[in-house]
């Protein structure tokens, strides 16, 4: 069985996307991983699946690199709104995720505007295996103490001196399965430039060191904001490039970025089974 998927990217941020609104394609979680992995298929941080949704334009769901799902993907929230776009020639859409709905318009110039709605801050809605203080948890890298919340999804955000030099590649992978974490944890190191510019580093859960995050820039700008260190509206620089990200007065957050397609293809599905 063949499959056309178009691979996109957000500030570097990968994705393999398949249209299985007609069809569903019955990815297994092995299968997932193969088409995933940059060797041996497609390649990309997570593999997404636009699917029909009842209450909503499409519902997104999203794969990581090793075959797991998440909740919340903010830069691939951007590429499937960029994809409705050329379809449709509308600019606002709604997509529904396993966290909830997300909406996001079109700005132009590839440059698409989301609305992850409202960090959650209490320790089980992150969740947490046992009831602690999010904004300062018991886990430390140096100097640094993790922030902890949900934005659909669990993050914690290292505020350190250089982010550059966290060797993020040896450190990720306890921090991500570290056992504070029942669901595992996408790891941000953070560098305050200036009040209204951030440096992040993320090692994401199911992906590892990836060149950017959407939701943990959104997780990042939010808990600067509660240790005091900056103001609601902030660009994040990360290895692939910037988003803005803006806490609003509501609670939601907004993220605002490009999006870039990079290809379109067809893979034999068959071939890249376990």
């Known amino acids: 069985m063949r499959a056309s998927f178009v691979k996109m990217h957000g500030t570097g ?13 019955g990815l297994s979680a092995p299968q997932v991983a193969i088409l995933a992995d940059r060797h041996r298929g497609i390649g990309c941080d997570q593999l997404i699946s636009i699917e029909p949704s009842s209450r909503a334009d499409a519902f997104m769901r999203i794969r990581n690199a090793d075959g797991s799902e998440a909740g919340a993907c903010g830069n691939a929230t951007r590429c499937v709104a960029l994809l409705l776009e050329a379809e449709s ?17 079109i700005l132009g ?3 698409v505007r989301v609305d992850m709605g409202m960090p959650r801050f209490a320790w089980d809605d992150i969740p947490l295996a046992r009831p602690l203080d999010t904004l300062s948890l018991p ?10 919340l949900s934005m659909g999804n669990p993050h914690i955000t290292f505020f350190v001196a250089d982010a550059e030099a966290v060797p993020l590649a040896e450190i990720g992978p306890s921090l991500e399965h570290d056992p504070l974490f ?15 510019l951030l ?42 490039g910037t988003l803005e990200i803006t806490w609003q007065a509501d609670g939601h957050v907004l ?4 999006v870039v397609t990079a290809f379109t293809g067809e893979v034999d599905l068959a071939e890249h089974s376990s």
Do not use: Y
């Open 13 to 25: 941020n990968d994705f393999a996307v398949f249209d299985e609104r007609r069809a569903p394609l």
């Open 89 to 105: 020639g509308r600019q606002k859409f709604t997509i529904e995720t396993l966290s909830g709905l997300l909406t996001a318009e």
């Open 109 to 111: 110039a590839d440059q």
């Open 139 to 148: 886990l430390a890298v140096g100097h640094a103490q993790a922030a902890a």
């Open 182 to 196: 029942p669901e595992r944890v996408n790891v941000g190191f953070a560098t305050m430039l200036a009040s209204g």
């Open 199 to 240: 440096r992040l580093r993320v090692w994401e859960r199911g992906a590892g060191a990836t060149r950017a995050c959407g939701s943990a820039a959104c997780a990042a700008v939010v808990n600067a904001n509660r240790r005091g260190l900056g103001g609601p509206v902030m660009a994040v620089v990360m290895d692939g």
């Open 255 to 258: 993220m605002t970025g490009p």
